[in-house]
């Protein structure tokens, strides 16, 4: 079956650096646009990254461009997230999912905790 297991996320000060790693298996993954989302306390999950199937193409939601860099790798069945300058305001339980051709998520996996102390 579809298995996505994240992990990296951790405590880190304001301006400090994580790098989240998302472990895909049980399915064709060069097939699939992988995302990553978040959901804060209180909040709505909200996307957050995406990297297309062959990672050629990469879109970001405004309030992370330029401070977090999605990437794969197809041989291996990964997926990264790596987020610099982090600001107290990225604290939240990070997911990566898989979004298939009609833009809707087969999977999500279980989720790491960021937290940015200030």
């Known amino acids: 079956q579809v298995q996505l297991v994240e992990s990296g996320g951790g405590l880190v000060q304001a301006g400090g650096s994580l790098r989240l790693s998302c472990a895909a298996s049980?399915?064709?993954?060069?097939?699939?646009?992988m995302d990553w989302f978040r959901q804060a306390p209180g909040k709505e999950r909200e996307f957050v990254a995406r990297i297309l199937r062959s990672g050629g193409g990469t879109y970001y939601a405004d309030s992370v461009k330029g401070r977090f860099t999605i990437s794969r790798d197809n041989a291996k069945n990964m997926v990264w997230l790596q987020m610099n300058s982090l600001k107290p305001e990225d604290t939240a339980v990070y997911y990566c999912a898989v979004r298939n051709p009609e833009g809707k998520y087969d999977a999500w996996g279980q989720g790491t905790q960021v937290t940015v102390s200030s």
């Open positions: 049980g399915f064709t993954f060069t097939s699939y646009t």
